[in-house]
């Protein structure tokens, strides 16, 4: 692979550390892709213009608000309700990858229930959000930039 002699050549673990990111990206997105549930969201109409208008980085410094109200705290009430269907690219994006409710990151992505997120934790969920976000706009893996970058995996 042309990629890992990339790697050597730049020399730093952080390269090393985002091509094993990938593999974990890719492996999660096989499994969700097979779900039923989750391959059924998809961005249309007024998300897609707005994600399209926008662009992933403002989106995204709107998913981490989201996060730290609703799925950030130990103690979230109405857990497993709190990520509406429509309404902004992000909440699609939740559904999609899994990253609605605390029941549902428990499940798909190994973060326990009942304890504050992390920031290592809500960063790597920004970027499986980003990464879902750019596979609808049909940009992700075209180049080095629209895959995810170096970041820290929580409970692998
Ligand atoms: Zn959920």
């Not at 899994?98 to 992390?118: D, F, Q, S, V």
């Not at 790597?124 to 990464?131: D, K, Q, R, S, T």
């Amino acid at each position: 692979m042309s990629s890992i002699r990339m790697h050597r050549w730049l020399g730093c673990f952080e390269s090393h550390f985002s091509e094993i990111v990938m593999r974990e990206f890719e492996s999660l997105f096989a499994a969700l892709m097979k779900s039923k549930f989750r391959s059924r969201f998809h961005l249309k109409g007024k998300d897609l213009a707005y994600l399209q208008d926008k662009g992933v980085p403002l989106i995204l410094d709107h998913a981490r608000d989201f996060l730290v109200k609703r799925l950030a705290p130990a103690m979230i009430p109405n857990d497993g309700k709190q990520t509406p269907y429509r309404g902004h690219p992000v909440f699609v994006a939740q559904h999609a990858t899994a990253c609605c409710c605390r029941a549902c990151l428990h499940k798909w992505h190994g973060i326990e229930p009942g304890r504050e997120l992390t920031a290592d934790e809500q960063n790597y969920l920004i970027e499986v959000l980003g990464y879902w976000l750019k596979r609808e706009l049909g940009c992700a893996g075209k180049s080095e930039e629209a895959g995810p970058k170096q970041m820290m995996l929580p409970g692998f």
